[in-house]
């Protein structure tokens, strides 16, 4: 993994000349690192020059302090997904520049049962997000999905552009992937989301002095392919630190090992996010070979 940093580009900035662009990031199962990139992600894309939103699709609402938010009783999504109130009106700023959140709650874990009594169920998300769209206010929506195949996670495929899959290079990378697969694919077969695929791969939690961290890595991409970014994420003390104080990696330690892992995953992330890629991804087909790893 090379090392980088964003503030020696020479000033560089993406500017931004296309919709606003919804991602998912999404993996059942839990323990990946999937909210710590959401976050950091989020972060490191709005310190390159994009208007970010990071929306907290989690009842655990871990995005939601790692931003440096309160978990405040009805200020998240739950009321926008039942028809009550707008979701821009639950949009709060953050301490750091371009980066706004629209926090979780505990409630959310009720929202399964409450929106499957509701009249288009899955779409609940994409019909909230249309006043965000409109508005422009953003040029990038993050959600940070709960860690399962639930309604709110349909929900958030149903809505967005691409998904975002985070793996942790240990034993069972590849559990329930052909799951989500399966997700994906009826979520685009019938017509719900229609242009439904894999943004990118995201591997976290690299150890380099580890044999099984590099089997993994090499497995992974065996599977997926291109989808797997280049940046792998290491697992870092001052990463996990990072939560703890309210603050993305690159606010609370910017010279760290994981910041210049963030900072460089947010610079392929837009150049894919931009770029053919974004629409023309295929989904992985078949069974993944069992880990040997």
């Known amino acids: ?27 059942q199962k839990g323990g990946v690192g999937k909210t710590t990139t959401a976050v950091n992600l989020a972060a490191c894309v709005a310190a390159l ?119 942790q290079c240990e034993y069972y990378a590849l559990e329930g992937i052909s799951m989500m697969n399966r997700i994906l694919a009826q979520v685009r077969d019938t017509g719900t989301n229609p242009s439904l695929a894999i943004l990118g791969v995201v591997m976290t939690m690299f150890d380099a002095r580890t044999k099984l961290s590099n089997q993994v890595v090499s497995e992974v991409r065996d599977y997926f392919g291109e989808l797997v970014f280049e940046t792998v994420v290491p697992r870092a003390t001052r990463l996990a630190e990072a939560p703890s104080f309210g603050k993305p990696i690159i606010h609370y330690d910017k010279f760290s090992n994981g910041a210049a892992a963030y900072e460089l995953l947010a610079q392929e992330f837009l150049a894919r996010l931009d770029g053919p890629v974004a629409s023309s991804a295929p989904l992985p087909v078949g069974e993944p070979a069992s880990s040997s790893c």
């Open 1 to 27: 993994m090379r090392a980088g940093n964003l503030e020696s580009s020479g000033g560089f900035r993406y500017t931004c000349g296309v919709p606003t662009k919804v991602i998912a990031v999404a993996n």
């Open 49 to 167: 020059g994009r208007r970010v939103l990071l929306l907290d699709l989690d009842p655990q609402a871990n995005a939601t302090s790692g931003v440096g938010l309160d978990k405040l009783e009805g200020g998240s999504a739950y009321g926008p997904l039942l028809g009550d109130g707008l979701l821009l009106d639950k949009v709060k700023p953050t301490a750091f520049e371009r980066l706004e959140a629209v926090p979780s709650e505990v409630d959310l874990c009720g929202a399964d049962i409450e929106l499957a009594r509701s009249e288009n169920h899955l779409l609940r998300l994409k019909l909230a997000l249309v006043p965000v769209l409109a508005g422009e206010r953003f040029d990038v929506v993050f959600v940070d999905c709960p860690p399962s195949l639930g309604i709110l996670t349909l929900n958030a495929f149903a809505a967005c552009d691409g998904v975002l899959v985070p793996l």
